[in-house]
C-alpha cells in the first residue's frame, strides 16, 4: 500500500503539503496511521504538477527511487514550485516487484496525471495477461514498468482514446467494474484508490471487491480542496464511501460524488 495526496485550487507552494503539516506526506512514509499492510512507504515517491498559468505546457514530473526523506533536492523543490493542481504518491511497493523508476508514480498521458494505493492479488499470475488484452496499442505503447497501477491507467486513457465524449470520472468508474468484473472471475482481491488530475479537474474513486478499501479523505477550504489517504492537520476532513467516485473542478472547487457498481 501507498500513501497519496492532491490538491486542486489557488497557487500554493508545494512545501504547505509536502512537508509543512503535522502529519505531511513525509511524515506519512515513516509514521503512517491508516497503513494496514505494511509499516513503512520507503520505496519511491513522486509528485506531478501542472503549470499555474499555462495550459498549454505539458504537466511536470519529478520521481525517485529513494525514500521521500532522503531527498536532498526535495525541500528545495517544493519551496520553489507553486501549483494550482498536483498529484503525489509515496511507494510501498509490492512485494516481488523491483525498486525501478519506471515503476514510480505518478504516470502520466498528455496532460493527465495518474497515481494509485492500491493492489491487485496475485497480478502477474491473473489479470495482468487479460488486462493487457483490453487495451488498445496507443496506451498499450505507454505502459513502461511493470505494476498494476500502470496497467490500470493505460485502461483509462484507452477507454477515453476509444470514446473520446467520455468524461473522465466516467471512464475511471468503468475501468474499475471492467478490472473488478476480471476480478471476481479469477477470485482475486482488487482494491485501492486513484486520483488523475488534468489542471482544470480531479476525479478520485475508491473502491474494493472483497473488504475494505484503502482509507481516503477530502478537505474543503476556501482556497482549494484537498484529497489524501490520511488527514495532514486537524480539520474537517470527510472520508470518501467506498464503491463512490468524485469529481471537482477548478471553476467551483465543489465536489460531486457519485456512487458506481460495486460487483462482487
Known amino acids: 500500500m501507498c500513501r497519496l495526496l492532491a490538491y486542486l485550487g489557488q497557487p500554493i507552494p508545494l512545501e504547505d503539503l509536502i512537508f509543512a503539516p503535522e502529519h505531511s506526506l513525509v511524515t506519512q512514509s515513516y509514521q503512517p496511521k491508516e497503513l494496514e499492510v505494511a509499516l513503512l512507504n520507503a520505496d519511491g515517491f513522486g509528485l506531478?504538477?501542472?503549470h499555474p498559468d499555462d495550459r498549454t505546457v505539458?504537466?511536470?514530473v519529478y520521481r525517485n527511487v529513494l525514500p521521500i526523506w532522503n531527498d536532498a533536492n526535495l525541500p528545495h523543490l517544493c519551496r520553489y514550485i507553486k501549483a494550482r493542481s498536483f498529484v503525489s504518491n509515496i511507494r510501498s511497493a509490492t512485494p516481488g516487484l523491483p525498486l525501478d523508476f519506471s515503476n514510480c508514480q505518478p504516470f502520466r498521458h498528455g496532460q493527465l496525471l495518474f497515481v494509485h494505493n492500491g493492489y491487485i492479488?496475485?497480478?502477474r499470475q491473473t489479470l495482468y495477461r487479460p488486462m493487457r488484452d483490453l487495451i488498445g496499442d496507443a496506451a498499450y505503447q505507454n505502459i513502461y514498468g511493470l505494476t498494476d497501477s500502470e496497467h490500470i491507467f493505460a485502461l483509462i486513457t484507452h477507454l477515453m482514446e476509444a470514446n473520446p465524449q467520455l468524461l473522465l470520472h466516467h471512464a475511471l468508474e468503468k475501468a474499475i467494474d471492467m478490472i473488478q468484473s476480471l476480478a471476481n472471475d479469477y477470485?482475486?482481491?482488487v482494491s485501492g484508490v486513484i486520483i488523475?488530475?488534468?489542471g482544470q479537474k480531479l476525479v478520485a474513486a475508491r473502491f474494493d471487491n472483497?473488504?475494505?478499501?484503502p482509507s481516503f479523505y477530502m478537505l474543503r477550504q476556501p482556497e482549494g480542496i484537498i484529497l489524501a489517504s490520511e488527514p495532514l492537520f486537524d480539520g474537517n476532513w470527510q472520508p470518501v464511501a467506498q464503491a463512490h467516485s468524485l469529481a471537482v473542478s477548478m471553476s467551483d472547487l465543489t465536489p460531486h460524488i457519485y456512487g458506481f457498481s460495486h460487483v462482487s
Open 48 to 50: 506531478g504538477w501542472h
Open 121 to 123: 492479488d496475485q497480478f
Open 187 to 189: 477470485g482475486v482481491r
Open 210 to 213: 472483497q473488504a475494505k478499501a
Open 196 to 198: 488523475m488530475g488534468d
Open 58 to 60: 505539458d504537466p511536470f
